[in-house]
């Protein structure tokens, strides 16, 4: 075999001719070109390199690191599109496995050739084709990697035609492997082992096609199994993280348990000037039977986006009808939590433009921003004309619509008894504003707030809060709020949302916590023709401001943060903005621990240890690379516990020796030396034992070893 400094060309070529097929067809079913453009240019890159690198925990660190770092930021850089994979992706994680795995592969080539090569590359290939070939649909276009349209819409002949292709190898490379680890004796039957070869190479074709018959055959019921699974494995997912802003609010239902242990869990996180405030999620128009339902008559238009040149990977999305340049002004950059599902996404009322990673962006005439195919972890920045907290969004205008106004028959004779007892409803010149007032001083005055429960008694939730309970949860108040307003001929709104004004304690961002969640009403003021927000919950139900923070918690976000922003900017393509924020976050993260007395002085003791003990080991390390495969293991362990001597008695000021020092120079040393005689009869006999083990013929054994350090120890 064809060897240069112990990696084999025939290795190398096998290797090559198992991964490139694989990530080639990888590249094409999810359009992620740089997967086999990076494959391609390490085997080439391990082809020139002559020397095979040293295989060590260190060198096998690095690739690993080196494999990890091109995976996540080739994915941030290029993420794979939704829906182009089917039920494995549900599970896994292909645009991370796969790569990581490939790149891995071609590292291993790098270290000298053997069945580590063939194995780490035969595993790679399987997982790009086992990945690849769950494709979600047979319709996909290739933008990253343009290949023929026909390559697609044919997609089961590639495929089979890439397993062939890459068993084939498989098998060549392992019987490559088979003849280096095969005794000479058994080298014999070379002919059975060449007709087993052959027969396995007309079976693979063979059973590829007849499971692609079956698959074919059987398909239905086989999509409709990962559909059940799917189903199931979404399920487990919404219980471990909290959905909101659905299509309807239940009023008779309970607040989920999960919700109320988890109010300080945050949610979102918002870089912003001033404190953000109302963020708007879902409206609801229509109420029945204690339950707010969405407006699904209600048109979605298209926002007018601008794609940006360069890198930049977002786009900017701005209102319907929006002429010339849309006002950039007092920026939100919102960062949603993995743990809160959303649909929509949280804004004020006063948007007016979004800088978002989505392929659309709709709004109903609600004000409710429906993103399609959002990159979540891009986030998303809002833009407005002024920094209001409290901002209603102010379309339609004129509000002709009959859904604000509407009323469940049962309910008006109920209402009426509730607005007569109202004082100062009674009057009929009342304007809109003289109505907000006064039902928001009747909810003050007159209710209280608790999150209590609302079992089915067959009464309704909002007339039983009005006429008997008098307290609850601001859903309640909100809704309350809404239906008597709507009594009174005044449009109105029930929204859903968050209160984000918790300002972080490095001042850099405010957060809002699952606590946060929020319900109000906006209604429309028809003499001023304008929406107006309106709040009829207590201030002991907001949970506004400030919240409290332990120095554990505040640093724990800062870092969560960190990692959210830069992933944010990657993904939108801010690299310089990126690496300018790395440093600033690593420069407020040393400002948060180091200005803190106690912080800081922790910090300075945890890392003066932490220095000690590396310098300690790199003097350790010094010392065995001198005697490694120079003296034997006994030996090498007898000279390294002499050197630790020498540097005990170099401190002293008796003693001016060196770590070159010889053990017969300190012996002479010691004759002139002010010791007491207990303390240099002892140096002499821990030398003259060292001398004894040192220089003789055989190399000590380990028990010599052992006495030896007990004599050391020994006072």
């Not at 229509?286 to 040149?309: C, D, E, F």
């Not at 609600?366 to 907290?389: C, I, M, Q």
């Not at 007159?446 to 009464?459: A, E, L, M, T």
Request: include cysteine.
């Amino acid at each position: 075999m064809t060897t240069i400094s112990n990696k084999s060309i025939k290795c190398l070529s096998l290797v090559t001719a198992l991964l490139l097929p694989a990530a080639f067809f990888f590249s094409i079913t999810t359009d992620l070109p740089h997967v086999t453009l990076i494959v391609l240019s390490g085997l080439f890159l391990s082809m020139l390199t002559r020397r095979p690198v040293v295989f060590s925990d260190r060198s096998v660190i690095y690739f690993i690191v080196l494999a990890l770092v091109l995976t996540v930021l080739f994915d941030l850089v290029f993420p794979l599109k939704n829906n182009r994979l089917g039920y494995l992706s549900v599970f896994f994680y292909p645009n991370i496995l796969v790569p990581l795995t490939m790149y891995i592969a071609v590292a291993m080539s790098f270290f000298k050739s053997g069945p580590h090569v063939y194995g780490t590359a035969a595993v790679a290939a399987v997982t790009a084709l086992a990945f690849g070939g769950d494709v979600y649909s047979k319709q996909l276009q290739n933008t990253r990697l343009p290949v023929p349209a026909e390559w697609m819409t044919r997609f089961m002949p590639l495929f089979i035609g890439t397993i062939i292709i890459v068993g084939f190898f498989i098998i060549i490379a392992f019987r490559t492997n088979a003849n280096i680890i095969i005794p000479q004796k058994l080298r014999k039957y070379r002919i059975r082992r060449g007709m087993l070869l052959l027969i396995i190479l007309a079976v693979v074709p063979l059973s590829t096609v007849g499971a692609y018959s079956l698959y074919k055959r059987y398909e239905a019921g086989i999509r409709k199994l990962e559909h059940l699974l799917m189903r199931s494995r979404m399920h487990r997912f919404r219980l471990r993280n909290k959905s909101f802003f659905g299509d309807g609010v239940d009023l008779n239902q309970t607040i989920s348990p999960d919700v109320l242990h988890d109010q300080k869990q945050i949610v979102i996180r918002a870089i912003s000037n001033t404190a953000p405030g109302y963020l708007r999620g879902q409206v609801y128009d229509k109420y029945q039977l204690g339950t707010w339902m969405v407006n699904k008559n209600s048109i979605l238009k298209a926002m007018r986006p601008k794609t940006h040149s360069g890198m930049l990977a977002f786009t900017t999305f701005s209102l319907p009808g929006s002429k010339g340049q849309p006002p950039l002004n007092n920026p939100i950059e919102i960062m949603v939590s993995s743990n809160l599902r959303t649909k929509v996404l949280l804004a004020p009322g006063n948007v007016k433009c979004i800088d978002i990673i989505a392929e659309s962006l709709k709004l109903n005439m609600d004000g409710v921003f429906s993103p399609r195919d959002w990159t979540k972890e891009g986030g998303y920045t809002l833009y407005r004309n002024n920094t209001a907290t409290e901002s209603a969004w102010q379309q339609p205008s004129g509000c002709n619509n009959p859904m604000y106004v509407r009323l469940p028959s049962t309910l008006i004779s109920r209402l009426d008894e509730v607005i007569a007892s109202i004082p100062g409803m009674n009057r009929n010149d009342l304007t809109d504003r003289q109505v907000f007032d006064i039902l928001l001083k009747f909810f003050s005055n007159n209710f209280k707030y608790k999150i209590r429960q609302h079992p089915r008694n067959g009464s309704d939730p909002v007339v039983q809060f009005l006429t008997e309970t008098r307290e609850g949860h601001c859903e309640l108040f909100a809704s309350a709020l809404a239906l008597l307003l709507r009594r009174s001929g005044i449009p109105s709104r029930y929204i859903t949302g968050f209160i984000c004004s918790e300002p972080h304690p490095s001042g850099s961002y405010f957060v809002a916590r699952l606590g946060n969640a929020h319900a109000w009403v906006e209604a429309y003021d028809r003499y001023n023709e304008q929406w107006v927000l309106l709040e009829a919950t207590p201030p002991s139900g907001l949970n506004i401001g400030k919240g409290s923070w332990s120095s554990f918690e505040s640093g724990r976000d800062l870092f969560f943060k960190f990692f959210q922003k830069l992933l944010s900017d990657l993904r939108k393509g801010y690299y310089a903005r990126a690496i300018l924020a790395f440093f600033t976050a690593v420069y407020r993260i040393m400002l948060f621990i180091l200005w803190h007395p106690v912080r800081g002085g922790i910090f300075l003791i945890a890392m003066f240890f932490l220095l000690r003990w590396l310098w300690k080991r790199r003097k350790k390390r010094q010392i065995d690379l001198v005697f490694k495969d120079r003296l034997p293991k006994t030996t090498a362990e007898l000279s390294r516990t002499y050197l630790k001597i020498v540097r005990k008695l170099a401190k002293r000021e008796d003693f001016l020796i060196k770590e070159s020092t010889t053990a017969k120079e300190i012996l002479v040393q010691l004759q002139t030396a002010s010791l007491p005689q207990n303390k240099a009869a002892y140096i002499r006999l821990i030398l003259e034992n060292y001398q004894a083990l040192r220089f003789r013929e055989k190399a000590p054994s380990v028990e010599q070893i052992k006495t030896f350090k007990l004599i050391l120890h020994k006072r």
